[in-house]
């Protein structure tokens, strides 16, 4: 069974950093696209970064210039390289996994969602 098994949330000051990581679990072919999306206290989980199989990447207005996200696609993995951290990026942070296709399994599964990580950051 496939699964997104993410870490590296935590509690940071303001103008901090943090690495966050997900990795999916299983006997994986390919996975189209991987995503971060965070969701703060009292608001919908909004989409913070995303990156397709080819590398090209796409950013909310808030994340771009301050995160960068990326992949290994031999481990499976996706990254979120969060610097100048602000209190309003707090939130669990989720990754997304869209279009999985497992070895030896001719369909695909349209989505998978990771526990979630949770970012605290202070002023």
């Known amino acids: 069974q496939v699964q997104l098994l993410g870490s590296g949330g935590g509690l940071v000051q303001a103008g901090g950093s943090l690495r966050l990581s997900c990795t999916a679990s299983?006997?994986?072919?390919?996975?189209?696209?991987m995503s971060w999306y965070r969701q703060a206290p009292g608001k919908q989980r909004e989409l913070v970064a995303a990156i397709g199989s080819g590398d090209n990447t796409a950013y909310a207005d808030s994340a771009k210039g301050r995160f960068t996200i990326s992949r290994d696609n031999a481990k499976n993995t996706v990254y979120l390289q969060m610097n100048s951290l602000e209190p309003e990026d707090t939130g669990v942070y989720y990754c997304?996994?869209?279009?999985?296709?497992?070895?030896?399994?001719?369909?695909?599964?349209?989505?998978?969602w990771g526990q979630g990580t949770q970012v605290t950051v202070s002023s």
């Open positions: 299983g006997s994986i072919r390919s996975i189209n696209v």
């Open positions: 997304h996994a869209a279009a999985v296709v497992e070895r030896g399994n001719p369909s695909y599964i349209p989505e998978l």
